[in-house]
């Protein structure tokens, strides 16, 4: 499949998609490089205007009207429309520079019109602030109150969650001078559509080709925007997976260019999202005992393998040096409970190439092409990656009898990118080398470009049949996002706010005590308190998101039993509070009424009870109000919640 290049073009090899009266596009390393900057920087600027533009108008809401589908979907049906005749004039050898930046900012073109405007009424991202959202933005807000290395939620800790997507995006929140929890939704747009642009260029670089590249970009974009949008920067890290699986092989057998890439690739990616790192990083392994195996050059191959893995290694210790420290020489009790988690998608396996649907038919055109041309190495490279990725889901399933997991059913979206990344290759393999090598005296050069053109219309109009399914298939999603109480104490559909409406003057009232957030301890269960105000938590809300040197067990085990003395010996809970091995809370949030002490005060602490779905057991404690009689708190009711605070 590999063919060669033109002497003066410095370029690696291609796909090599070749035909009579056509010229692929190849380009340099340093073109590739130039390009990716300038086509990531030129999407978060045109996606922050949008954004800004988007806010600034009156949209209804996305879960009362059916006005932002319409828009989405008339925005995505001009943007492929328009992208369609760039790629036609383009192979017909009509070579504007309009064309070529058209077909660049395609992809991150999408992100803006199937997330963006149904999100312009609301100022939350994807699922509001609910369980899973509530610690990510809990972590924002952190990541915006400081620069360093910070739990999310326990004090003087450095994170376990990797802190690269959340450090920029607070860091940018700091800036602008807005809440890290509002921050969110522009930062996850901009960050989302600038990964995007850089997937043409890469693919370019790859394939030979720009309407190629700008095809794969975009089938690849719409992909993570229906599978994994809501966690924006795994979608980021799983974007390149396909390109990496052929990048990989490029740089076990020597190029420099390619060894870079997969040093920035995998070092920069474990500072974002450690699971599908560790599946490229598996994938790199396997790829190199493939070559060892078929070549008689071991220990090149070996030697790139550890120059990849060392160096990439180097870039995770930005994020991850603080943590591994402290696991080593810190006196902790290490505990982790964050792969937990079995849900019922977990127990099967991805099957795209099986489903009947614009995606699973391009995925069967991508099965058949790995196995036809699984000669080719550069093919075989992303066959390799599909097996690694079910060998991932084999080991998620099988490691249920040690009592875990390997969150396998995270690994769906990478499978179905390699299939459909295989698909399109395919496509365009078969009509731009296939018909001129089989049957070279039937076809013509035109009337070739005549077919690439009926190609490139079939493939658009599968694009835009998936691309408008986007907004529904995040429906529950969106909807979400506009149901939920923000930060300000407002729904973005006006419908009446719920308890979270109470949250702002909650704050109010522990700082005039003297407590600032960022800096003193506060225990509650209200999840969402910690999301809108980066207080430090006495405890993670359940053991899978907590820090593992935080010794989540421990502390519920304090709170259990601060509960039980309050009620046998009252006047001794203050003394066993500021007693704790850990820094005690400045205050709690409880769920009561102050003129009832007979109810007590109510809150939840979490047990993980995995292998069970749910995997998460809360139990109800109860607080005596007497034990914070005197002068030592201040107690005070502010809608539903019963606040005390250390005086």
Known sequence: MSTTVAPETSVDPTFGLRTTGYEPDAISARKTLILTLAAAFAAAVVTT??????????????????STRALSTAGSFVILGVTLVCCIGWLRGKRYWPKAVMMYITAPALVITS?????????????GIQVDQGFRTQFLSRMTETAANAD??????????????????GRVADLLGIPGWEVFQPWALITLAAGAAMLT???QKITGSLPVACTIATVTTAIVLTETPDEPYAAIVAMFFPAAAIIARR?????????????LYLGLSACFYTLFTAVAALLVVALAGVECVM???????????CVIGVCSMVIALLSWAPYLYNVLFGDYEVKSTANHFLPEEGTAYPLPFLSFSCIGILSFIGLIFLVVR??????????????????WSLASMSATLVGTSLLGFRIEVLVIEVFATAGVIGVMDACLVGLDYFYPARFSPESIRGIMAIVM??????????VQQIPAENESHIDQAYADTDGFGERADRFPPNAAKYYGEIAELIESHGHAPNQAVVYTDEINFMAFHPFFGFNAFTSHYANPLGEYDQRNDALAAWSQLSWDHPEELTAAIDGAKWEPPAAFIFRGDVDDPEAGFKTHIAHDIFPNEPNVRYEGIFFNPKAFEGGDWDVEQIGPFAVVVRT
């Open 49 to 66: 205007l949008a954004w800004f533009v988007l806010h600034s108008i009156s949209l209804p809401a996305f879960n009362r009207s059916m």
């Open 115 to 127: 997330l963006a405007i149904p999100l312009a009424a609301t100022r939350l991202w994807l699922d």
């Open 152 to 169: 999310m939620s326990y004090k003087d800790l450095p994170t376990f969650y990797p802190m690269g997507w959340f450090w920029a995006g």
């Open 201 to 203: 260029p890469i693919w």
């Open 251 to 263: 740089a076990l057998l020597g190029s420099r260019n390619a060894i870079i890439f997969m040093v």
């Open 295 to 305: 070549q008689d050059r071991n220990f090149r191959v070996v030697g790139r393998l």
């Open 374 to 391: 699984a000669v080719d190495k550069e093919v075989a490279s992303l066959g390799i990656a599909a097996i690694v990725c079910y060998a």
């Open 457 to 466: 219309v079939l493939l658009a109009g599968a694009c835009l049949a998936y």
